[in-house]
Each structure stands twice: as C-alpha cells, then as structure tokens.
C-alpha cells in the first residue's frame, strides 16, 4: 500500500473508531451520531476523495477511495459516505464541480432508466437509491437522443418515496419528473450506464469484504468467551469449521473485490478485462455476504439476533449491498452473455494480463 493510502485509511480509521463505534452507534436511538460523523469526514474531505481539486475535492486517487470504502465496511457505516464519492466521481467524469453536503446518484440499479428531454428536462423513476432522503444533491446518468448526460440535480426538486432495505438504511424511490438541472454536461465518450453500475459494484464490493471482516473478527471473540459444557465454544469442532468457513468467505471476498478495485484503479477505460473483474467480485461479494452472515450468526446463536447485539449491523448491510447497483443474479446473467457473445478462449488472456 502506498505512502498516501496510509494516510487516507488511518485518517478514515481514527475517524470512525472515534465517531462511529458501532457498540456506541447501536445504541444511540436518536441517531445523534450521524452529524459529527459527517462533518468529520467532511472536514478530512473523505466524501469527495474521488474530485480532483479544481472541482472542489481532495483529488485522492481511486486507489486511495476504494481503501477508504473497504475502511467503512469494516466499521459498517451507515451514512452516504460511499454514495456521496460515487456522485462526486460521476460529475468529475463530465468536469462538473461537486457541491457540499450529501449526494447519491441516480440510477442505483441497470434496469432503472433517467430520460433527457431536448430542453435538458429530466424525467424518470430511480428505484433502491440508497440515502435519497438525506441527500441534498443527485447526481444524474441521463440518456437522451444524442447519448448520455452527466447532470447534477437538487434533490428537492424530485419526489422521493421513503424506503427502507433490509440493514435499516435509507433505499428511496425518486421520481424527477421534468426537472431542470443545476449543471449537464456530457460524459467522455463511451461512458455508459453500465460504466457506472460496475463502479458502484465495485464499492459494494469492497464495502461487504470490509464487513466480512469485522463479522469474522467479532465471531471469533466470541468463540473465545463464551462458554459450554465448561469450555469455550471455539475449542469444539464444529465451531471451528464453521469460523474456518467464514474465514474462507472474508478473504474470498476481499481478493475478488480489491482485484477488481486494482483493476480499474490501473485501466485506462472500463473495458472488457475491467468488466469481467467487476461482475465476478460483484457476484462472489454477494454469495459471501449471504454465507458469511449466516454462519456468523450460527456462531453466536440466539444472541446473535437481538438488535442488541452489534453482528447484525453488519451481517444486514453486507445483505443489503448485494442489491445496490446489480444484483448478483443480475451480474451473472450478463457475465454470461459476455463470455457466450465474445468466448472464454478471448476473455481470459484479459484478465491473466492484469
């Protein structure tokens, strides 16, 4: 890791271990810890890691952000840190400067389709768009007659239909219904949409390996405490199977995902070799947060299950992420169709260059 890939997780670390404890935050029922959280990160200029300077941002590099999201899984964060990089690495695709506050972009999902009118009106429905109730800006992959348009919008302006995912976090609906943008501006040529659901992938996926992590740590504390049959739990077999099994799907999941983040961190366009490393981490991440969650909470029993506890604050996000930008059936149906349209024998010598 680099000198300045230290510098931004610590300073991440410090930050989180300081403000978003999840004992603490698990039991703060007022949500009281979200406003200093926020303005920490804001003051380090973490949520804008992703915007080069003249745009109003950190100018980190993308190598810099994806460790910083991998940072935040491992703490479980539950405000629009990874939604507000996203729409700040979006607009900075078509030079167009980030505003403060909380972002999230829109579309959230491949299937989800933002139009253009010829007047630069915007219309469509956003499904799944994680944190649209505290955003204060989108940012916007609309499509028009001519391609596609990267636009920064108010977030006032559209309806947003209150939604909830299974981690408790906020997963709206929002409507733009001929809103007129703050800025549009055209993105580089053949930047797409599936450009930018493979980006938000990839931070899923580095987000649910960070989780992973946390879960397998926090089993394993466990095992070691608590006590049956007059001896520590960790010592029966079949405890440490299980700890063994999810030790496996942690660092499955954290290769596939900081592959894909080198990936793209080192491509020069997202091409077919980027597209095949995205979708395959897409798709392990979300198998591992479905296994990983649940032999965690084997692990534990019945505790394990209480809001009390802190292991669902992870266990339910990793569940939740796998849906954000492309499902993981969604992902394997169009890996399939890569490899069916252009053959394994062409698609592998990409990859083993990497």
């Excluded at 703060?28 to 003051?43: G, I, M, N, T």
């Excluded at 100018?59 to 899984?73: E, K, M, P, R, V």
Aim: overall charge negative.
């Amino acid at each position: 890791m680099a000198e300045s890939d230290n510098i931004v997780v610590e300073t991440a670390e410090k930050i989180f271990a300081d403000l978003a404890d999840p004992q603490t935050v698990n039991n703060d029922k007022k949500d009281s810890w979200q406003a200093p959280l926020w303005h920490a990160l804001s003051e380090a200029g973490l949520p804008l890691a992703w915007v080069p300077d003249d745009l109003g941002g950190s100018g980190a590099s993308l190598a810099d952000g994806f460790a910083l999201l991998n940072a935040a899984g491992r703490f479980a964060v539950a405000v629009p840190l990874a939604e507000t990089m996203l729409a700040g690495w979006l607009l900075a695709q078509a030079k167009i400067a980030s505003p403060e506050g909380e972002m999230t972009v829109l579309p959230a999902s491949p299937k989800d389709r933002i139009t253009r009118d010829a007047d630069g009106a915007l219309s469509g429905r956003a499904r799944g768009v994680p944190f649209a109730k505290a955003a204060k800006h989108f940012a916007v992959l609309a499509h028009g007659k001519d391609g596609a348009s990267v636009a920064l919008v108010d977030a006032s302006k559209g309806r947003i239909e209150t939604g909830l995912n299974v981690g408790y976090d906020h997963s709206d609906t929002v409507t733009l219904d001929k809103v007129q943008p703050v800025t549009i501006k055209p993105p580089p040529s053949g930047f797409d949409q599936t450009t930018m659901m493979l980006m938000g992938g990839v931070a899923r996926s580095l987000q649910i390996a960070g989780a992973l992590e946390s879960m397998l740590d926090i089993s394993v504390r466990y095992s070691n405490e608590r006590v049956a049959f007059e001896k520590k739990i960790s010592k029966f077999q079949a405890v440490q199977h299980n700890l063994a099994r999810l030790a496996g799907e942690s660092a499955a999941a954290l290769a596939a995902a900081t592959s894909a983040a080198d990936a793209i961190a080192n491509a020069k366009s997202f091409d077919d070799a980027v597209y095949l490393e995205a979708a395959s981490a897409k798709i392990r991440c979300a198998e591992a947060a479905e296994k990983g969650g649940a032999i965690a909470h084997q692990v534990h029993g019945a505790i394990g299950f209480t809001l009390e506890h802190i292991l669902h604050r992870y266990s339910l996000r990793a569940l939740a992420w796998r849906d954000d930008f492309g499902s993981e059936s969604h992902w394997a149906v169009e890996l399939g169709k890569l490899i069916a349209n252009r053959g394994a024998d062409e698609l592998w010598p990409l990859v083993a260059s990497r």
